[in-house]
């Protein structure tokens, strides 16, 4: 659980940090926006005083250069209109300078009033100039949006390999840790084996020693196969076609016999046919968990119950239960490595209970409902066979 607020606290931090950096960026953009428009409007005066410089002079000479210069140069989209309600451009290009159409639908797109104009002076009097914003000022302008994209797909590539390299390093340290654990339980089991044989052979005799060791035999048993599920983790397993209510029957079997009393067992026929395409070992396990955990939230009293249904893709299993529920805000940390309600607990059941279904089954579990005090149900779909 600390793990994960820790997380969540440095995403908040990364995103105010973020935030900031975007603000920042906006302002000083706008800033240069502003300034560049300044810079056009005083050009664009420029523009003005250079046109009634060349309408004094009927020949270029010397004193005409700059003026010249200005004007040819000069690549501000601007829109002038002489006293005669003609229109007049420069900076729109070639065709649209001189496109009386073109240049009246501009001028009526805005608010001629309140529009910054220049006003001719001289032998220009009369002649409203309108200068507009540069293509250098819009790109100026549209910079913290192309930004924020850029930077937003950065981001999220860098979110998305970290990710990967996360769970890729996490799914190595499982299977490495799995594998470890099949090996370690190995040696006491092959000597436990040796001992109830002994055992066995002791007591052929005493029918009632030899119901008690059967039952230590039958965990022995259980035990083998937990260490076969651990050797299994990290390396592709088989599937087979099976009838997944006939292992919903011996799941219950089995949880029954080591459940309280008060706790009851609400399963489908096992007699009835489904058949999946399933590694046995590994949804065993996955349907164990599940139980165990309904376990734990019944706290010795209530009903544990399965169901299963089917829609044109999948087999769907229900596993309910009526104890303490679950907080919306904890259905999808539950399957996080790590989050557990347990004192004692490791987080990892839910964790490899959701990576046997979704990489080895190519199926979802989720948690289809849950309310506190009410109960909890969760869902596995599996492809149909």
Do not use: C
């Amino acid at each position: 659980m600390e793990i994960y607020k820790q997380q969540s606290r440095w995403n908040i931090v990364l995103l105010i940090a973020g935030l900031i950096v975007l603000t920042t960026t906006v302002f000083y953009a706008n800033y240069l926006a502003q300034q560049l428009s300044e810079q056009e409007e005083k050009m664009a005066e420029l523009f003005s005083m250079s046109q009634a410089k060349i309408a004094q002079t009927e020949s270029l000479d010397a004193d005409m250069l700059i003026p010249s210069q200005i004007i040819e140069y000069f690549d501000i989209p601007v829109i002038f209109i002489d006293p005669n309600g003609t229109f007049g451009g420069r900076g729109w290009g070639e065709s649209k300078d001189t496109s009386q159409v073109f240049l009246e639908n501009k001028i009526a797109q805005i608010d001629t009033a309140n529009f910054p104009k220049i006003r001719g002076a001289g032998p220009a009097e009369g002649y409203l100039i309108f200068p507009f914003e540069s293509d250098l000022s819009k790109q100026i302008r549209f910079f913290p949006a192309v930004q924020f994209i850029l930077l937003g797909f950065f981001i999220a590539l860098g979110y998305y390999l970290f990710n990967a390299a996360r769970r890729g390093e996490q799914n190595r340290v499982w299977a490495g840790m799995a594998k470890e654990t099949a090996h370690q339980l190995g040696t006491p089991i092959s000597a436990i084996i040796a001992w109830i044989e002994f055992l066995k052979e002791s007591n052929e005799e005493r029918p009632d020693q030899l119901e008690v060791i059967g039952e230590l035999r039958s965990d022995v048993e259980r035990l083998e196969l937990i260490a076969d599920r651990f050797s299994k983790i990290g390396a592709a397993p088989e599937l087979e076609r099976s009838n997944v209510y006939q292992l919903l029957g011996d799941i219950e079997a089995y949880m029954k016999r080591r459940s309280p009393r008060k706790v009851t067992f609400d399963f489908p026929d096992p007699s009835q046919i489904k058949d999946v395409m399933i590694n046995q070992h590994l949804f065993s396990w996955v349907l164990e968990n599940l139980i165990r955990n309904s376990l734990d939230a019944l706290d010795g009293q209530g009903t544990i119950s399965a169901h299963i249904h089917e829609d044109d893709r999948s087999i769907i299993i229900d596993i309910s239960d009526t104890g303490k529920g679950i907080p919306s805000s904890k259905h999808k940390e539950v399957f996080k490595p790590g989050f557990s309600t347990k004192k004692r607990g490791w987080g990892l059941g839910l964790s490899l209970a959701k990576r046997i279904i979704q990489e080895y089954h190519k199926g979802k579990i989720f948690v289809k409902s849950s309310k506190p005090d009410e109960g909890t149900t969760f869902t596995i779909q599996l492809p149909r066979a």
